[in-house]
């Protein structure tokens, strides 16, 4: 809490103190990744198409992120807060699964 006065003399023309109260401060959640894990049976095309349809990401950006999952074994699709996170990876899921694709989603953590 801060605290204002006036340390002069008082006079009849004081008023008295101001007092601020300090903003309390806020902080971000933490942030997660939905990674997509690569299999060996998916096709390329079907991933490309699960990042356009449930990440909204354009054709390009949906095969550099599959190149990268089927290259290195697993790539990011996007950052979002855990809830938003954890339905995206489920809405993924899913929907290889309903296809008959063993592809699968997970999220992590983002490190700070």
């Known amino acids: 809490?801060?605290?204002?006065?006036?340390?002069n003399s008082e006079t009849s023309s004081d008023i008295g103190a101001v007092v601020l109260e300090k903003d309390p401060e806020t902080k971000l959640p933490p942030s997660y990744q939905v990674?997509?894990?690569?299999?060996?049976?998916?096709?390329?095309e079907f991933v490309v198409f699960v990042?356009?349809?449930?990440?909204?990401h354009n054709h390009q950006k949906?095969?550099?992120?599959?190149m990268i999952v089927h290259t290195k074994?697993?790539?990011?699709?996007?950052?979002?807060?855990?809830?938003?996170?954890?339905?995206?990876?489920?809405?993924?899921?899913?929907m290889a699964k309903d296809h008959g694709h063993?592809?699968?989603?997970?999220?992590?953590?983002l490190e700070d």
Do not use: H, W
């Open 62 to 66: 949906s095969t550099e992120i599959m």
């Open 73 to 94: 074994g697993k790539g990011v699709c996007g950052i979002f807060s855990k809830e938003i996170a954890e339905v995206m990876s489920y809405e993924v899921n899913t």
């Open 1 to 7: 809490m801060y605290r204002l006065s006036n340390d």
């Open 102 to 109: 063993p592809l699968l989603s997970e999220i992590e953590p």
């Open 51 to 56: 990042l356009q349809t449930i990440f909204g």
């Open 35 to 44: 990674v997509l894990i690569n299999d060996d049976y998916t096709p390329m």
